[in-house]
């Protein structure tokens, strides 16, 4: 036993919290507890990325004026390409940017659109906030999630079922407000969105795409997969302008979206008008 003022003595209580000192002589690889899991390996896979895409990195890289805000676009076109950021993927980014892996690292567990693993072919992200999920969307998760596991057990968050990129995956996974609040509950196929969904209408659309079709979705650009729109994401659109401009320019608004505004304008009702030379209120000085 040792008091507060002693320095503590090596033991076995010890051994199982020492770390070996990291010096030249050292092969860290070799003594790695989590070399045996695969989060370590001695060398990295051949580098994914072709001459094509590593084009296309530059091209991001200049259009901005200074060349790490094409991190977010780039960081898509790598999940164009590997349908997820791999270390690969961050190292490619990081050597495009002159940046460091560290940054891009900590860019890509930031947000919730870069995936740490494979995805399918197709990503459905069901809204489970307050309102869809009262409305109905926290039930169709779990129907979902029933429907796609397998052997009784649930597919997980951000988990796929097939195989991750074959035709007919789909990666399943839980999203905050898809702004569509007036539409619940709803969901997106790689953030298309499907409106008004009940737990056997996200059935029988999870069905159609494991079978290989693409449902129309409510509104919106017809579906795709989930690389190809990364690509856009990225910033890289079909040759022909017009034909994509057509599928994806329409009414981006519904009766449900404007009620409000129709009720004020058939009531009458207007916001107060503030008066030109009314004085601000006064504020507490800091
Ligand atoms: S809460 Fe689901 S779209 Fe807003």
Redesign the pocket.
Known sequence: MTTSSETPRPGPQQAERTHAAASDDVDVMAISPVREEGMLTESRPADPFDADTEAEARDLAGRYPDSRSALLPMLHLVQSVQGYVSQEGVAFCARQLNLSEAEVSAVVTFYTMYKRKPCGQHLVSV?T????AALG?DAIYERLSKHLGEGGTPLGHEETAGEPGEEGSVTLEHAE?????DF???LQVNYEYFDNQTPEKAVELVNALRRGDKPQPTRGAPLSDFKAVERQLAGFFPEDEDVFRADVDGPSQAVETVRGAQLATDRGWTAPVMPAEAPLPETEAK
Not at 129 to 132: D, V
Not at 177 to 181: D, H, I, P, S, Y
Request: aromatic share 0%; net charge neutral; with cysteine.
């Open positions: 809204c906030n307050t309102l869809c969307g407000c898809l702004a569509a609040c619940g509950p709803v």
